[in-house]
Nanobody, 130 residues
Framework: QVQLVESGGGLVQAGETLRLSCAAS?????????MAWFRQAPGKEREFLAA???????????DYADSVKGRFTISRDTSKSTVYLQMISLKPEDTAVYYC???????????????????WGQGTQVTVSS
């Protein structure tokens, strides 16, 4: 089993910055697991944002959705089993519940497929006011 705990959400104004954190724990979790961020707005499907996946040794690759490329940055601290999502220039349309997910099944071509992520955090609300 793997547990994920997100933090860092809140209410901000348009143009501001926010950083989300997601800490993983559990005896089966390893640094080779892909860790990703998704979000879900009311009435919409869960949307892929970014992921960090293990390539080899201590090398990781970051994938981004086109919609957030250049504004969102994913990073990972393997010593803390924690992944971060730095979000800049936030817009009202970024308002959603943000979820952290992890999987040892996804590959590059399936990185955005939410059903392949086996473990999810409880979500953290991000609200951007205009």
């Amino acid at each position: 089993q793997v547990q994920l705990v997100e933090s860092g959400g809140g209410l901000v104004q348009a143009g501001e910055t926010l950083r989300l954190s997601c800490a993983a724990s559990g005896r089966t979790f390893t640094s080779r697991y892909t860790m990703a961020w998704f979000r879900q707005a009311p009435g919409k499907e869960r949307e892929f944002l970014a992921a960090t996946r293990w390539l080899s040794a201590s090398t990781y690759y970051a994938d981004y959705a086109d919609s957030v490329k250049g504004r969102f940055t994913i990073s990972r601290d393997t010593s803390k089993s924690t992944v971060y999502l730095q979000m800049i220039s936030l817009k009202p349309e970024d308002t959603a519940v943000y979820y952290c997910g992890t999987s040892n099944r996804v590959v590059g071509a399936t990185i955005a497929t939410s059903t392949l992520y086996d473990y999810w955090g409880q979500g953290t609300q991000v609200t951007v006011s205009s």
